[in-house]
């Protein structure tokens, strides 16, 4: 079955609809990364288990589904079965998706031991996606470790998860608590060398003018920011 995109105020009605059929949900975003890059594996499995449901849930145009749903980090793949969660996979993590629909999916290829649907070249592709994102997690964790390491006196610190467009794990940043998102924007800027704003998810845009409060004034502390290019 393909891919339905669905529109705000309407995931509660489609989960209706789909009875007991396993429904796989996509919350994404267009600026993701991540979501892009397993969107053609997505598409593949869909066509592959026609007996199963397959919703695209985009967080920026149905922000009351992505806030009922706790979503905070994309993209995040949510089963369903007669309007109740059964599973939930953080990531572009094709093999766990594609596990779970067929140990759970009504029907089965070939009926026997089955197969892989995503096929070897997607595997290995992502596979190595993923080695090179955890290289990219590890540098700018490291290089944010050396700015922000020096603290004022009787400062403490908290650690700021950033969700960075192309890798799909959160970057956690111990920083301290009287440093600005300004402060963080300027170490980014060094990194990423692209136009960015940020969003606290699900999908709140916070302004520019607000940067330079500090992560306390903000309430960011031990928080998650979501980093999206522009």
Not at 38 to 56: C, E, G, M, R, Y
Not at 130 to 144: H, M, S, V
Not at 214 to 228: C, D, F
Request: proline letters at 4%; aromatic letters at 6%.
């Amino acid at each position: 079955m393909p891919v339905k995109e669905i529109s705000e105020g309407t995931l509660k009605r489609e989960l209706t609809n789909a009875g007991e059929k396993l429904v796989l949900v996509d919350f994404f975003a267009t600026w993701c990364g991540p979501c892009k890059m397993i969107a053609p594996a997505i598409d593949n499995l869909s066509t592959q288990h026609p007996h199963s449901v397959f919703l695209k849930v985009d967080v920026d145009k149905c922000q009351t589904e992505a806030q009922e749903n706790n979503i905070t980090a994309m993209p995040t793949f949510v089963f369903y079965r007669s309007g109740k969660e059964l599973e939930r996979i953080r990531g572009a993590d094709a093999k766990s998706i594609e596990a779970f629909l067929q140990k759970h999916g009504q029907a089965q290829a070939f009926g026997g031991q089955g197969y892989s649907m995503v096929g070897a070249s997607s595997s290995a592709t992502t596979a190595t996606s993923t080695t090179e994102q955890a290289g990219d997690k590890t540098r700018i964790e490291k290089l944010a470790t050396e700015k922000f390491s020096k603290l004022n006196d009787g400062e403490t610190t908290t650690t700021l998860r950033l969700r960075l467009p192309d890798i799909s794990a959160p970057i956690q940043i111990k920083i301290g608590v009287q440093r600005t998102l300004n402060d963080v924007r300027q170490f980014l800027s060094t990194v990423l060398k692209r136009n960015f704003e940020f969003i606290e998810p699900p999908a709140t845009k916070i302004k520019v003018e607000d940067e330079i409060k500090t992560l306390i004034e903000l309430k960011l502390t031990n928080a998650m920011v979501v980093v999206r290019n522009i």
